[in-house]
C-alpha cells in the first residue's frame, strides 16, 4: 500500500520560512515523478513545484524564487519555502506518479495547512 504523509505546515507571519515534507512508504520513490500542490479555500487545486527521477524541477511563477523542493533523502521530499506571503496560505498537498503529469497522480498524500499571517 502506497503512503504519501506531509509534515511540517503551520501558522507564521508573513517573511517568514517553513519547511514541509512528504514522507514515502510503498513504493520505490526513485522511480517517480514527485511534486506539491496546494489549494485555497474557494480556488483550484495547483502544482505549485515538482522534481522529475532525474533531479530536474518545474515552479510556478508565483513561487520561484522562493520555494525549493528536493529529495535528498530517497524516501523523503521536501518543500522549503521562504519569504512567505499571505497569498501562500493553502492547504499543501504531496503526490507522485510515474510521469509528471501529476493532477493525475495516482498518489496522494493528506495534506498539511499553512497559514500566513500579515
Known amino acids: 500500500q502506497v503512503q504519501l504523509v506531509e509534515s511540517g505546515g503551520g501558522s507564521v507571519q508573513a517573511g517568514g520560512s517553513l519547511r514541509l515534507s512528504c514522507s514515502v512508504s510503498?513504493?520505490?520513490?526513485?522511480?517517480?515523478?514527485m511534486g506539491w500542490f496546494r489549494q485555497a479555500p474557494g480556488k483550484e487545486r495547483a502544482a505549485v513545484a515538482i522534481?522529475?527521477?532525474?533531479?530536474?524541477t518545474i515552479y510556478a511563477d508565483s513561487v520561484k524564487g522562493r520555494f525549493s523542493i528536493s529529495k535528498d533523502n530517497p524516501k523523503t521530499m521536501y518543500l522549503q519555502i521562504n519569504s512567505l506571503k499571505s497569498e501562500d496560505t493553502a492547504m499543501y498537498y504531496c503526490?507522485?506518479?510515474?510521469?509528471?503529469?501529476?493532477?493525475?497522480?495516482?498518489?496522494w498524500g493528506q495534506g498539511t495547512q499553512v497559514t500566513v499571517s500579515s
Open positions: 522534481i522529475d527521477t532525474d533531479g530536474s
Open positions: 510503498g513504493i520505490i520513490p526513485s522511480t517517480l515523478c
Open positions: 503526490a507522485a506518479g510515474r510521469g509528471c503529469n501529476l493532477r493525475y497522480a495516482p498518489y
